[in-house]
């Protein structure tokens, strides 16, 4: 099965400052790679994805970049907000299934 | 345009109680995904359905639990003889086609067990 891990686990960061979460990935089959973002007691939410044949994607403040040959794909969040703060999971997909990383808790202190 | 539905959004059971939990995709949507996350922890697949048809279910424990996605209403993820373990979060996820395509989730059922 694919092993995902995730890094760093928790990441605090001032009001508009960058954050950057990396996601390396086992499984050379994957071909889909969101990052989705869940607060405290809610469903998680998809926030940006990329497919196998591009390189970034953006979407105002957050991108997405993949590194298919390293296996690995970051999500890149600029200017922060305190309302960026949350857990943010990748979830490289095989076959069907989404498989999630441990997330990172990401706190952004005003 | 109604997202992913699930309920209960929080059921309680005894301890050797049977669970069951029930989610309606979103229209248009006809596969259904289930996870289970506990406290502080990543989303753990564990059966991927289409209707009438188990696709995936290998993140299924072989007993107690079962899955089914009925041609008519919604899906049913059922657990018997609950232990205090089976507290979790469960999600629910429903996307149009089979790879490729976006999961979007509901918004959960929380099961504690006492």
């Known amino acids: 099965g694919e092993n995902v891990e995730q890094h760093p686990s928790t990441l605090s960061v001032q009001e508009g400052d960058s954050a950057v979460i990396k996601c390396t990935y086992s499984?050379?089959?994957?071909?889909?790679f969101p990052w989705y973002k869940q607060e405290l007691g809610k469903r998680p939410q998809l926030i940006i994805d990329?497919?196998?044949?591009?390189g970034e994607k953006k979407d105002q403040r957050i991108a997405v970049t993949l590194n298919k040959t390293a296996k690995h794909f970051s999500l890149h969040i600029t200017e922060t907000q305190p309302e960026d703060s949350a857990v943010y999971f990748c979830?490289?997909?095989?076959?069907?299934?989404?498989?999630f990383g441990k997330g990172t808790m990401l706190l952004v202190s005003p | 345009n109604a997202g992913v539905m699930q309920n209960p959004r929080h059921l309680v059971r005894r301890r050797g109680q049977e669970a069951r939990l029930r989610c309606s995709p979103m229209?248009?949507?006809?596969?259904v995904y289930w996870y289970r996350q506990l406290p502080e922890e990543g989303l753990k697949f564990m059966v991927y359905?289409?209707?009438?048809?188990?696709?995936?279910e290998s993140g299924m424990p072989k007993e107690r639990f079962s899955a089914e996605f009925p041609k008519e209403g919604p899906s049913i993820l059922r657990i018997q003889q609950v232990v205090r373990g089976d507290s979790a979060a469960y999600f629910c996820?429903?996307?149009?086609?089979?790879?490729?395509?976006?999961?979007?989730f509901g918004p959960g059922t929380r099961l504690t067990v006492t």
């Open positions: 229209k248009g949507h006809s596969h």
């Open positions: 359905l289409q209707k009438e048809n188990i696709i995936d």
């Open positions: 979830a490289p997909q095989g076959y069907s299934t989404l498989t």
């Open positions: 499984d050379s089959a994957s071909n889909y």
């Open positions: 996820a429903s996307s149009p086609g089979t790879t490729r395509d976006e999961q979007y």
């Open positions: 990329i497919r196998s044949n591009v």
